[in-house]
């Protein structure tokens, strides 16, 4: 599996780039907003990857935040999740999902009541967890990280102190509070996460 590329953009084309690691050109497919944030060609860049394995093909999907790539839901194809994802940015799929708002995900083109709606029901559970990450994974690249990194060991397994699971029931609850209380949904999200 690739979860990060990092490299240097050789083009950009309306839905994908091209990354240049070391000689090597992945084709990386990205949403508009992604694709708007980008440097332009020539220069360094750094994309959390998903590899979507069919049968005869293989596609990197790039993201600019584990926000946005821990956006998947069985069934919901990856070009419909990018639409998404560029019509609402992260922070917007995870307040339209912590707030059961599925009109906003039918905004994006391609998306429908049907799939807006089992978008919502599928990762309702995720949403708080999602929302607490949000600001997280800045992937902003040195240019002489790119052409000058030598191969570094890996370093060693550190076992890491389990965190408690973020009671996604009381965040919804309180979401739902705060909506009664007359609070619009991104502020109501912003006071949970």
């Known amino acids: 599996m690739i979860g990060r590329i990092t490299g240097r953009i050789d083009y950009k084309a309306t839905d994908h780039v091209l990354i240049d690691v070391r000689g090597v050109g ?7 907003r992604t ?25 990197l999907f790039g993201f600019t935040s584990l926000v946005e790539k821990l956006m998947g839901v069985q069934g919901i194809g990856a070009k ?7 019509a609402l940015g992260a922070d917007g799929v995870s307040r339209a999902i912590a707030l059961g708002d599925w009109a ?8 429908g ?14 949403a708080p967890g999602v929302m607490a ?13 790119v052409v000058e990194a030598a191969p570094q060991p890996a370093p060693a397994l550190r ?16 979401l ?16 949970v996460a």
């Open 113 to 126: 009541p049907k799939t807006a709606q089992r978008l919502v029901i599928e990762l309702k559970d995720k």
């Open 80 to 86: 419909a999740s990018l639409s998404i994802l560029g």
């Open 159 to 174: 076992k890491a102190k389990p965190q408690p699971a973020p009671n996604a029931a009381a965040q919804s609850e309180a």
């Open 133 to 145: 990450m949000a600001g997280g994974g800045d992937l902003s690249v040195d240019p002489g990280e």
């Open 104 to 111: 906003a995900l039918k905004a994006a083109k391609g998306v």
């Open 26 to 32: 992945y084709l990386v497919f990205v949403s508009d």
């Open 35 to 59: 694709m708007a944030a980008l440097p332009p060609a020539g220069e360094a860049v750094a994309l959390y990857t998903d590899l979507l394995v069919q049968e005869t093909n293989l596609q």
């Open 176 to 191: 739902s509070a705060l909506g009664n209380l007359g609070y619009s949904p991104s502020d109501a999200a912003s006071a």
